[in-house]
Structure formats: structure tokens, C-alpha cells
């Protein structure tokens, strides 16, 4: 079993900057892809960004040039800079990690706002 616990959400207005944090624990094998996805109310759950072990990544065009995923294996965490904050960015933001295995693991969700 693998926990994920984010933390880093809440208000900001627009044009602000955030980092969320995604904290995993329980049983990590070393060949995983990490991402973030968003929710918005009455929209489909849409993936972010994510990054492999190995360190490549990919971002989705709404965000691209603004959102950065990273990761820090020694310390099991993943983060989400986030800059240049739309109101569109409004949405609960979910981590994720897939094993190779096929076991997928979601953390709690995080809100994120975006309002002047």
C-alpha cells in the first residue's frame, strides 16, 4: 500500500504563485510515474503534469510555461510550482502515482483558488 499526503493548496490571486507538495510513503517501488491532475466542479478530472523515475516529464498545454513538476526520490515528494495563476486554474488537484505494475494510488486532493 502507498499513502500520498499532500499539502500547499488555498487562496491566491491571480497572476500569484503556489507550490503544492506531495508526500509518499508505504510501499514505493522505484519504478513509478508521479502526476498531478485537477478537478473543477461539473468539468472531468484532467491531468497536470507528471514525471517519471527517471525524470522526464510532460505538462498539459493548458499550463505549459507556467506549472513545473519536480521530485525529490530521497524524499518520496513530488511538487507543483505554479506560476502565473488563472482563475481557470480553479480546481481540487489530486497526486498520483502509477507503479510499472499497474497499481495506482490517489492522495486526497488539495483546493486550489484562484480569485481577486
Known amino acids: 500500500q502507498v499513502q500520498l499526503v499532500e499539502s500547499g493548496g488555498g487562496l491566491v490571486q491571480p497572476g500569484g504563485s503556489l507550490r503544492l507538495s506531495c508526500v509518499a510513503s508505504?510501499?514505493?517501488?522505484?519504478?513509478?510515474?508521479m502526476a498531478w491532475y485537477r478537478q473543477a466542479p461539473g468539468k472531468q478530472r484532467e491531468l497536470v503534469a507528471y514525471i517519471a523515475s527517471g525524470g522526464s516529464t510532460g505538462t498539459a498545454d493548458a499550463v505549459k510555461g507556467r506549472f513545473t513538476i519536480s521530485r525529490d526520490n530521497a524524499k518520496n515528494t513530488v511538487y507543483l510550482q505554479m506560476n502565473s495563476l488563472k482563475p481557470e486554474d480553479t480546481a481540487v488537484y489530486y497526486c498520483?502515482?502509477?507503479?510499472?505494475?499497474?497499481?495506482?494510488?490517489w492522495g486526497q486532493g488539495t483546493q486550489v483558488t484562484v480569485s481577486s
Open positions: 508505504g510501499n514505493i517501488f522505484s519504478n513509478n510515474v
Open positions: 498520483n502515482m502509477l507503479h510499472t505494475q499497474g497499481e495506482q494510488y
